[in-house]
């Protein structure tokens, strides 16, 4: 089978680390390049996470360290939710080196994607300043990058603000620029983080699962984002699972803005499903996901990092 060509940009992050764990085993995907940025916790921690990750996986896929702060607003992370260091609760081994670019990751970003033969699928699990920045800087890019399939924002309310999520709230303005791109784009929100749940059961089901089962288990017990016995939130598996299942969702095609300037709601991204903007669709809304199915797929999923 031909393997669809990715990039991973991400925040390693406890449910980055198992989003990136089924892209690198699954059979279907070719992942060129992860490309790092601040978000969960700063660039250098995310950039030694991605790379410890790499060795304890046995995997060898070039990495580049991309922004270590947002475009205008103040850096915030979300060491509450992931621990201190980013991923609490395992011990890794070192981080190998001799993955890491020179190259800055938007230089990486542009040079995979020219190279590439096929169209490149962009697959952001983090804040969007990376791929802002590469939009704007190398636009001839977008002529070969097949679509941005991410993790981010929410048809409803936010875990950041309000009305705001995360990976948006936390770089609004690259978020923005993102969504006018002309790429097109599948956003994979709150909407459907939020059902995506790893359950009590599963979690004891997972541990036995290998090496990388008892590393997502020992993870589990600190992560934040939602709990242990009430049902783990494994927000950035949902773009991966859209690449690997796309029948798990239910999707609308509509016009997505991000709000730059609320006085209480900016980061928040503005779906119009109902055209009260009266513009063109920009991207393609998971709006639901059977949570069942997500939860069988998952673990199916962490079986085969073998
Ligand atoms: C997103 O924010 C981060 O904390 C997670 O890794 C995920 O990408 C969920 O809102
Ligand atoms: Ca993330």
């Known amino acids: ?5 990715i990039i991973i940009d991400t925040d390693p992050g406890i449910d980055d680390a198992l989003a990136i764990a089924i892209a690198l085993f699954s059979e279907e995907l070719d992942v060129k390049l992860i490309t790092t940025v601040a978000g969960n916790v700063s660039l250098e921690n995310v950039t030694l996470n991605t790379l410890r990750l790499l ?36 011990d890794f081994p070192e981080p190998k080196e001799e993955l890491l670019l020179s190259e800055h990751a938007v230089n990486a970003m542009r040079r995979v994607i020219m190279e590439s033969e096929e169209p490149i699928t962009l697959v952001p699990i983090a804040t969007l300043t990376n791929i802002a920045l590469l939009f704007a800087m190398y636009p001839e890019v977008k002529s070969n990058i097949k679509e941005i399939v991410m993790m981010g924002g929410s048809a409803a309310r936010g875990n950041k603000g309000v009305m705001s999520e995360f990976n948006i709230a936390t770089d609004p303005e690259a978020a923005q620029m993102v969504f006018q791109s002309g790429v097109p784009i599948v956003m994979a929100g709150l ?21 990388v089962g008892d590393m997502a288990y020992h993870l ?15 927000y950035d598996s949902c773009a991966i699972a859209y690449l690997l299942c796309p029948e798990l969702y239910n999707v609308e095609e509509t016009y997505v803005g991000v709000e730059l300037r609320g006085t209480m709601t900016t980061g928040c991204t503005v779906v119009d499903l109902r055209g009260y903007l009266k513009r063109e669709p920009n991207a393609k809304v998971c709006m639901d996901i059977d949570g069942k199915k997500f939860r069988e797929w998952f673990k199916e999923s962490i079986a085969k990092c073998i």
């Open 191 to 211: 909407d459907v983080g939020l059902k995506a749940l790893v359950m009590p059961e599963d979690s004891e089901e997972i541990k036995q699962m290998g090496k």
């Open 55 to 90: 060795n304890f996986f046995g995997k060898d896929v070039p990495v580049a360290k991309g922004a270590e702060k947002p475009l205008i607003v103040e850096f915030v992370d979300a060491s509450n939710v992931h621990g201190k260091t980013g991923m609490e609760g395992y």
């Open 220 to 234: 589990f017990k600190k992560y934040r984002g939602g709990s242990f016995s009430t049902g783990l939130k494994m």
């Open 1 to 5: 089978m031909k393997k669809r060509p």
